[in-house]
């Protein structure tokens, strides 16, 4: 059975720090990874996904993620994060067959201060 | 021009009472789902459509029941509330075309059981 883990909880990080949310998976194949995004009283935004290829992909809002298969992780980059950024990241994977249905992770609230 | 919307966005109501949560879907997809967020913000799969038909059905109570009367309506009807049904429903839509495409979500509803 395929699971997702975001091992933080929590992330506080200054205006202006890069930021770095972690994501690890479990499945047999290679999955299908996305970061989704959810601001306070929001729906979830798609920030990015990876099916095949490059495994350095960008998104929307300046975010990047890296799909790593030896250590099966897909974490979530921004080298400048804005007050704007605060909210809570959902990674989530998919597979072939599926029928498009998502797995998430627990969520990682990040708190942006000034 | 909302891609995926759903209605109401917030509903308290006593338990023991039966309401129905609608969802609308204007990108052409031809699968949608329900998902549900906890007051801890985890995302569990309910229910998955494809072109009308149930294909996923993730060991939901049968007082919840889902109803697509086409391709671009997913509701949600659910019978003699119970507080621990409190949560945060999100409607969502995919193309599944075998490539994982992403699945794009409403803003979600609200639901208080009181």
């Known amino acids: 059975a395929q699971s997702v883990t975001q091992p933080d909880i929590h992330i506080t990080v200054s205006e202006g720090a890069s930021l770095e949310l972690r994501c690890n998976y479990s499945?047999?194949?290679?999955?299908?990874l996305f970061w989704y995004v959810q601001s306070p009283g929001q729906g979830l935004q798609l920030l990015l996904k990876y099916f095949s290829g490059d495994t350095l992909v960008q998104g929307i809002k300046g975010f990047e993620a890296e799909f790593k298969r030896s250590q099966s992780s897909f974490n979530l980059r921004k080298p400048s994060v804005h007050w704007s950024d605060a909210a809570e990241y959902f990674c989530?994977?998919?597979?072939?067959?599926?029928?498009?249905?998502?797995?998430f992770g627990a969520g990682t609230q990040v708190v942006v201060t000034p | 021009d909302t891609a995926v919307s759903q209605t109401p966005k917030y509903l308290v109501t006593q338990m023991g009472n039966d309401k129905s949560i609608k969802c609308e879907q204007n990108l052409g997809h031809d699968t949608m789902y329900w998902y549900k967020q906890d007051s801890k913000k985890f995302l569990k799969i309910m229910f998955s459509y494809n072109n009308k038909e149930l294909i996923i059905n993730e060991t939901v109570p049968n007082r919840f029941s889902p109803k697509s009367p086409d391709k671009a309506h997913l509701n949600l009807h659910i019978n003699s509330l119970e507080l621990g049904d409190s949560a945060v429903y999100f409607c969502?839509?995919?193309?599944?075309?075998?490539?994982?495409?992403?699945?794009?979500f409403g803003q979600g509803t609200r639901l208080t059981v009181v």
């Open positions: 989530a994977v998919g597979s072939p067959g599926s029928w498009g249905k998502l797995q």
């Open positions: 499945y047999g194949a290679t999955p299908y």
């Open positions: 969502a839509s995919s193309h599944v075309s075998g490539v994982g495409d992403e699945a794009f």
